[in-house]
């Protein structure tokens, strides 16, 4: 669940940081 936390930190970071969940981008 930490993973989650961690697109939080970044405040919509997944995309350049973390491509491989875009499952979170739409969360956003």
Known sequence: MHMAQDDTHT????????????AKKKKK
């Open 11 to 22: 405040g919509g970071g997944p995309g350049p940081k973390k491509p491989k969940k875009p």
